[in-house]
């Protein structure tokens, strides 16, 4: 089964075995290029890359795949899976839709860049108007709009009126986040444990 690109589960669980007898910086670096960051790329910042310059919708398309990925991306910082499940069925490592939210909503306020991007006052904001709306009505709702204007590093912005989302700073806020987290994946045991129980299982049919 691939799980990140052409890279299969068989793969994984080789290098796995390897992580796990002999570690070192090499090795997980390895990983996270040829697992984490590509089963990334070609989800999530390849599509993204190919509708930027469309002028049709994009802000809303790449908006969307953003709010997607950040679940992911903080399931993987803990290690845990979902699972469609009543909280009295979770397995040790899961979570269920009860806790989704609060996933999505830490990675904004725990996590470089974005814990100084987006103001904590306007997460639980965020979580409802930009990711609900776009993920369950297609648009965003309160007072938030989506802008494909330079905003030289801004990420939110918020005026009385209006609250701006800049979908062209999206991409080089993850690419910040991407490089803290390989940084600590490479020293820290507890979040390569983590790492190891995130892609164990994805390769899980």
């Known amino acids: 089964m691939k799980i990140a690109g052409k890279n299969t589960d068989e793969q994984w669980f080789a290098l796995k075995a390897r992580l796990q007898s002999t570690p070192s910086q090499a090795l ?8 984490y960051r ?28 953003f709010c997607s990925l950040i ?49 904590a006052a306007l997460v639980d904001s965020f979580y409802r108007d930009v990711r609900c709306g776009l993920l369950h009505e297609a648009r965003t709702k309160g007072t938030w709009s989506i802008s494909s204007a330079s905003s030289a590093g ?6 009385a009126t209006r609250i701006t989302l800049f979908r062209r700073q999206l991409v080089p806020s993850l690419e910040t ?6 940084n600590r994946l490479l020293k820290n045991p507890n979040i390569q444990e983590a790492f190891i129980r995130k892609f164990d299982f994805l390769c899980t049919p």
């Open 71 to 119: 679940e992911f991306l903080e399931s993987c910082e803990r290690g845990y899976n979902f699972r469609f499940a009543p909280a009295a069925q979770l397995l040790p490592h899961e979570y269920n839709q009860n806790q989704a939210s609060g996933y999505f909503k830490d990675f904004l306020r725990d996590r470089e860049p974005f814990k100084t991007l987006v103001p």
């Open 177 to 182: 986040y991407f490089a803290d987290y390989r």
């Open 28 to 35: 997980w670096d390895s990983a996270f290029s040829r697992f």
């Open 154 to 159: 801004i990420l939110v912005s918020q005026s």
């Open 38 to 65: 590509k089963r990334i790329d070609t989800r999530y910042l390849n599509p993204i890359a190919s509708i930027r310059d469309t002028q049709s919708g994009e802000g809303f398309a790449i908006a969307a795949l």
